[in-house]
């Protein structure tokens, strides 16, 4: 496994950098928009791609990313065509494959492999907690892609160590209970939950959910290592992929304005 996503991340919060995590699904708008998404975002402030493979059922997704899912879905985005994307582009940051675990089990043993041929560094399940399937998570987390795992706003501290533990990269620190998707407000008890994870976590703390324009950004990147931004993305991009860079310069902005 290399360590890329990880020492990444590191080298941001050492240089004060507050890190931008931005969600695209594959073939979304279309296939070319997604190719173009991938090739400028880093230009854009993005720090890391999180590529979403489309699944006929993600439970976890709120309107705006489920639709994006279906439409990519009808111009028949595949995993394999979400690998072939970051082959064409091989982008500058790195890109963490965001997946539910059928569409990594339906491809087989060796698609760890071919999506870190393919110039992917990280890998995260939306539907696998820690201890719930240890023979498929030493698969992930023995693979050569660095394993991101999710932490719920409600997760007891001695939970919060052993998913820490058991991840790499970065820990994606969900907001708030629910769907992913736009929101007005930050949960309230966000600053609690980010104090607790740091606490028993060394690795960079990210944090998703909700977050829709620049002044949430600077109000979470402020008490973060970095954010992670995927609804408010992908509407933009289904205005266009301009619309959808002008949002990652705001949101970058925003953060710079935090830099230490």
């Known amino acids: 496994m290399t360590r890329a996503l990880t020492d990444h991340l590191v080298e941001c919060r050492a240089l004060g950098r507050r890190a931008l995590v ?13 190719l173009r998404l991938l090739r400028e975002l880093p230009a854009a402030g993005a720090d890391v791609i999180e590529l979403g493979v489309p699944f006929s059922d993600p439970l976890a997704d709120g309107p705006v990313i489920q639709a ?16 072939a994307l970051v082959s064409e582009v091989r982008p500058s940051v790195p890109v963490v494959l965001f997946s539910y675990l059928n569409p990594l089990l339906a491809a087989g043993q060796q698609v760890l492999a ?3 041929d393919a110039g992917v560094q990280g890998v995260l399940v939306t539907d696998l907690p820690v201890g719930m399937d240890p023979e498929r998570e030493a698969w992930l987390g023995g693979g ?18 052993e998913i820490a533990k058991h991840g790499s ?13 736009m929101q007005s407000q930050i949960a ?14 060394a690795l960079p703390i990210c944090v998703g959910f909700g977050i829709s ?19 408010a993305l992908v509407k933009a991009a289904d205005s266009s992929v301009d619309d959808a860079l002008v ?13 230490s």
């Open 22 to 34: 931005c969600y695209v699904t594959a073939g979304h708008p279309d296939p070319a928009a997604s």
């Open 68 to 83: 994006s899912s279906q439409r990519a879905l009808e111009q028949g985005m595949t995993l394999d065509g979400a690998l």
């Open 114 to 116: 071919r999506a870190a």
């Open 144 to 161: 050569p892609l660095e394993f991101v795992r999710l932490v719920a706003p409600t997760t007891p501290l001695a939970r919060m160590a």
């Open 169 to 181: 990269g970065f820990v994606y620190l969900i907001s708030r209970l629910g769907v992913t998707g």
């Open 188 to 201: 309230a008890d966000l600053p609690r939950s980010l104090a607790e994870l740091r606490s028993v976590c």
């Open 213 to 231: 324009d620049a002044g949430q950004a600077r109000e979470i990147g402020a008490m973060a290592d970095g954010i992670v931004v995927g609804s």
């Open 247 to 259: 949002l990652v310069r705001e949101l970058r902005a925003a953060l710079d304005s935090l830099a």
